[in-house]
């Protein structure tokens, strides 16, 4: 028996989707039939995005979204049903890092992590998770899917991003006890931790002599793609992961288990 994922009628908010994961996230919901409400702080970038999805037959919408602000929280929510209807998927995305030795962090430098990281996504997810409460109203056929974007980071302390590793830790904490108190209104929580991923952010770091050390060092001397998280982006939004609740799913190549 083949099963076959269809987002049809879905609505899913991606945060963070200006670029990178978050961009690939909202290509990959729209070509598998979610309507996909484009959220950050970046609006030109996100009208780039939608017109590429719309060009090859998706549907998407563009909201403004600062998740260190809470007003800016609730506004970008409320009008990303307005625009596209109750929101079914989140994909809790954004994020920021800084790198330096932990002697050298300054309260700035650790707000600013900690902000977007743990904190932003917070209270987006709780946002968004006062909505699908409200509508779930007992009904167990109604399924909602939180998936909170961690880090390997999170699994295991990393050189000179030690604000980065405890943000993302918190968040796989986070989902843990979004599964817990939210399963029982049919919203499954769960997290992707990421290892290191190729984008255009990064790309460049990656060719230099130290990113090549740096890869050298990995369990099969590569970095992943967007486009390798695909299929476990897929499974965590699909009605068919229904079982699945709470999980931490290491996509890593073997990182976190070295």
């Not at 963070?16 to 979610?34: D, E, H, I, P, T």
């Not at 009008?79 to 929101?87: K, R």
């Not at 991003?161 to 769960?190: L, P």
């Not at 486009?227 to 931490?248: P, T």
């Amino acid at each position: 028996m083949g099963i076959e994922v269809n987002f049809e009628g879905k609505v899913a908010l991606i945060t963070g989707a200006s670029s990178g994961l978050g961009a690939r996230f909202a290509k990959v919901l729209a070509q598998a039939g979610a309507q996909v409400v484009l959220a950050s702080r970046r609006i030109d970038r996100l009208k780039e995005l939608r017109a590429e999805i719309e060009a090859e037959g998706g549907a998407a919408h563009v909201v403004a979204l600062d998740v260190t602000d809470y007003s800016s929280i609730k506004s970008a929510i409320a009008h990303a049903e307005t625009e596209a209807g109750p929101i079914d998927i989140l994909i809790n995305n954004s994020g920021v890092s800084t790198t330096q030795r932990l002697v050298d962090v300054t309260p700035d430098d650790y707000a600013y992590v900690m902000d977007t990281n743990q904190r932003g996504a917070f209270f987006v997810a709780q946002e968004a998770a006062k909505r699908m409460i409200a509508r779930h109203k007992g009904d167990v056929r109604k399924q909602h899917r939180i998936i909170n974007i961690a880090s390997v980071a999170g699994l295991r302390v990393l050189p000179q991003i030690g604000i980065y590793c405890m943000s993302k830790a918190a968040v796989i904490h986070m989902t843990k006890a979004m599964a817990v108190e939210w399963g029982k209104y049919g919203i499954n929580v769960n997290a992707i931790c990421p290892g290191y991923i190729s984008t255009e952010i990064n790309q460049e770091y990656f060719d230099t002599e130290q990113g090549q050390k740096l890869i050298d060092m990995l369990p099969r001397k590569r970095v992943g793609t967007p486009e390798d998280l695909d299929g476990l982006l897929l499974l965590l939004a699909a009605e068919e992961s229904r079982f699945i609740n709470g999980a931490i799913v290491a996509a890593d190549d073997g990182m976190s288990v070295q």
